[in-house]
């Protein structure tokens, strides 16, 4: 039996990626040690900042005003580089021009979810913008990304222009911070166990073990 793992993030969050990159090494380590173990991964949305306007803001302006200016923002993200280089990510924030509203990446991911496993997508989203400083607010992007995810890109740019699921994806986010997810990542394993942060894969084990716990003693 599959465990059910709920992902809330942000593609704009560089500790998500890192609590992706965790999260994979946990159920590696996991598939490992228990062959028969399954998980079934699925993302939800969390805007980091709901509130920047349809086209983006350019990021130096948007640095300014979250850290006070980019001097101050690479104190910050010296942790988060130094993160990155233990999970093989090679962040190269640098590269990023501009800051993006992520409505449509979590319309976008809502929608590959629909037709199955979406982590390739994510995974390709958090790329493009942390290593390859692609603007994740263009929706022509968006739809390469798809297609290099094995996605239609004919069907990914139709959705996109069609504003489907956006009224979802805000009701979503809103649902999230009600339940209290003030920070992302944020882990649900089996529905039951909440793990809020990019933590090692050691914490996400032990996490995994209470979730399936019940199942094992039924």
Known sequence: MSLTIDVISDVVCPWCYIGKRRLESALAALSHSDPGFGAV???????????????????????EAKFGGPARA??????????????????????????????????????AQGQGDAGGLVERLFRAYFLDGRYLGDRAVLAEIAGEAGLDVTAAAMFLDSGQLTDRIVAMDARARELGVEGVPFFVFGERVAVSGAHEPAVLLDAIAQAREPAEQT
Do not use: C, M, S
Not at 41 to 63: I, K, M, S, T
Not at 92 to 97: C, G, P, W, Y
């Open 41 to 63: 991964v699925n993302w939800h949305p969390f805007q980091l900042n709901p509130d920047l306007p349809p086209e983006g803001v350019d990021r130096r302006a948007y640095l």
């Open 74 to 111: 690479d104190e910050i993200y010296a942790r988060v580089r130094a993160a990155g280089d233990t999970v093989g990510i090679p962040f190269a924030l640098e590269k990023i021009q501009r800051q993006p509203n992520t409505l449509d990446t979590h319309r976008l991911i809502a929608w």
